[in-house]
């Protein structure tokens, strides 16, 4: 496979197809599956220098110089060939080398002393700021990286982020773990693109990872992950998996076939997330949508923005049969009254979305949290969709640790509560308790702002409520999911493709809507 682009949010370039993912440790495998594969030796490093040096002429500026920082493993060895194609064709580049070349890995160090055959310039020196370079490709570290940059490569990397011109970084940006997208330490390459070799790793799709690796570019060096033996450790979440999910509505369907949404949130002070849920579930397309305010005295029986939106008592949904035949949103906006709730909630509601102040009560309550693990056994589905502070609540842990490492804690929290987990935020995770896991590449720093939750929750509620029943019950709520998330998202950059501000609720809402007719 030739170079491929990923993720161009500028663009609004987003994958089609489910891309698989692999963590350090996969890609180890495949490396060396690849490796062994080579019909000559540096082949693979050829490969990924070539496509490092046709997308540095792609997205360099016109004019100037491109500067390669190699450091001390097979990364340094791309950009040593990547700087070798570049001079050969008549372009402007300086090298620069941190370490010796004597402890290059042996692939690399034929690519230094190719590279030096050729003529390739290397310098010692930086050039002073302000700077700037026609491109800068990082090749400091890639999948090598194992503690944070110091010393001269640390250096490297300040003064890459100095400089004005575009930086591509190679495999990885150097600082950044790829299987988390944290930064490793105090300094970490900052990219305007970053080219993933062989396969793509997770942390270039969550936690920092997207601002720090900017465009995602892949070329998989003729290796084919996707026909790998072993499992990939997730899945980025394609356009066309997500809108599968919203068909074109038959001639012969009604209300009926869209199911019912039951909306059990907004206690006193907090009418606005049940609202907000209610008109999102509406704009999903549940069949009917009803509203129980977590409140003794409602201030609210009808909403007059969207009089469909059908107002029941505090008590209706105890009703036979409402919780086993509709789908449940629970908690967007309880307060504490949703504790009230919850034990009959866990009990009976057939298919459950729980957010918020929902759980944060099953955070704060043992025996809630054994009345979810219990829902598995008797085959009631829950989706559980924490941000990240709701996730450490449940897992006891800060919200830090939990943004540490985005993809194991979604699928700890769900191995622990038996339920599908909806972990927000940037690369928003879906987790099951089978341990399989999405990942979203949709969205922007436009959702964080009142209410998109709120949104987001009824809007999955919605999906999911126009389901049929299957064999895999919990696979599909996962599906439905991440399906929601990735509309959310898409709509969120349709609406404001570079956002400054936030996207409020009435835009995205009327943007999801959209969405739901812009497909092919
Ligand atoms: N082996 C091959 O032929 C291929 C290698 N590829 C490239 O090779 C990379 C992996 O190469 P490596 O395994 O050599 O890993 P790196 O190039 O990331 O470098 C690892 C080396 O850097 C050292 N190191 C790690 N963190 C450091 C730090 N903070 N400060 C100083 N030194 C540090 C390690 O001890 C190790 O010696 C991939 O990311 C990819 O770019 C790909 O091109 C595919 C082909
Ligand atoms: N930086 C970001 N990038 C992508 N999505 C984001 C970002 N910040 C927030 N979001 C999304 O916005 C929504 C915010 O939800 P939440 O924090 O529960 O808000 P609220 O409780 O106000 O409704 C989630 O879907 C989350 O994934
Ligand atoms: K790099």
Known sequence: MALLPVLAPARLHLPGRALPVHDTAASRQIEARALQAQTEAGQLMARAGLAVARLALTLGRPEGTFWVLCGPGNNGGDGLVAARWLHRQGHAVRVILAGSPEQLPADAR?????????????????????????????????????????????????WSNEQTGPVLSVDLPSGMNGDTGQPTGDVTVRAQATLSLLTLKPGLFTGQGRDLAGALW?????????????????????????????????????????????????????????????????????????????????????????????????????????????????????????????????????????????????????????????????????????????????????????????????????????????????????????DSCWINPTGHGGLACPGSGDILAGWLGATWSAQPASGDAVTDAARVAAASAWLHGRAAMQAQPRPHGPVLADTLIAAMAGQLNAGA
């Not at 009808?302 to 409402?322: G, I, N, S, T, Y």
Request: glycine share 10%; proline share 8%; with cysteine.
């Open 110 to 158: 034929q690519a230094f002393i190719d590279a030096q055959a050729a003529g390739v310039p290397f310098a010692e020196a930086l050039p002073p700021h302000p700077f700037r370079a026609r491109a800068v490709i990082d090749a400091l570290l890639g999948l090598g990286q194992t503690r944070p940059l110091e010393g001269r490569l640390a250096e490297l990397a300040r």
């Open 218 to 434: 892949w070329d998989d060096l003729g290796a084919h992950p996707n026909q790998e033996p072993g499992p990939a450790t997730a899945w980025i979440t394609g356009e066309e998996d997500a809108r599968s999910l919203y068909p074109p509505r038959q001639h012969g369907q009604h209300k009926g076939s869209f199911g019912d949404l039951w909306v059990l949130a907004g206690a006193r002070g907090m009418t606005g997330a049940a609202l907000l849920a209610g008109r999102s579930g509406l704009a999903g397309g549940a069949g009917r949508v009803y509203v129980s305010l977590l409140d003794q005295h409602p201030p609210l029986d009808c909403d007059p923005v969207h009089p469909e939106l059908m107002f029941r008592r505090p008590d209706a949904w105890q009703a036979p049969d409402v919780l086993e035949s509709a789908t449940v949103v629970c908690g967007c906006g309880g307060g504490d009254a949703v504790r009230l709730l919850l034990p009959e909630v866990l009990a009976r509601a057939r298919r459950l979305v729980l957010d918020a102040d929902g759980l944060n009560a099953v955070a704060a309550d043992g025996g809630l949290q054994d009345a979810l693990r219990a829902r598995a056994d008797r085959g009631l589905v829950t989706v559980l969709t924490p941000h990240p502070l709701e996730a450490a609540r449940l897992a006891g842990r800060s919200s830090s640790a939990i943004q540490a490492d985005r993809i194991a804690h979604a699928r700890a929290l769900a191995a622990q509560l038996r339920a599908v987990v909806l972990l927000k935020g940037s690369g928003t995770v879906v987790a099951t308790p089978m």
